[in-house]
């Protein structure tokens, strides 16, 4: 079993800058795929970005060219850098972790229980 827990999350201005933290234990994900997905209020959850167990990342649009993805398998731990902050990326910022090199959320099995970020403008 896997356990993700998030931190980094917080209050920031529009062009300011947070990094996440998404920490494993239970079990070292070097094997794993892994994910950043965030949800907006009354929203569904966004792909964000992923890394794959060989250091492959994939972003989405939205967020290509201001965030990046990476990981340390040395302290079973993935990062976002997120820069240029928009008011529009507030949201729960969660990740998440697997075997299937993929999109969709619901592949995932294992999931972090998420941290706020909040853009003020």
């Known amino acids: 079993q896997v356990q993700l827990t998030e931190s980094g999350g917080g209050l920031v201005q529009t062009g300011g800058s947070l990094r996440l933290s998404c920490a494993a234990s239970g079990r070292t994900v070097s094997a794993y795929a892994m994910a950043w997905y965030r949800q907006a209020p009354g929203k569904q959850r966004e792909f964000i970005a992923r890394?794959?167990?060989?250091?492959?990342?994939y972003y989405a649009d939205s967020v290509k060219g201001r965030f990046t993805i990476s990981r340390d398998n040395g302290l079973n731990t993935m990062y976002l850098q997120m820069n240029s902050l928009k008011p529009e990326d507030t949201a729960v910022y969660y990740c998440?972790?697997?075997?299937?090199?993929?999109?969709?959320?619901?592949?995932?099995?294992?999931w972090g229980q998420g941290t706020q970020v909040t853009v003020s403008s």
């Open positions: 998440a972790a697997g075997r299937s090199v993929t999109f969709s959320p619901i592949t995932y099995p294992y």
């Open positions: 890394v794959a167990s060989d250091g492959v990342t």
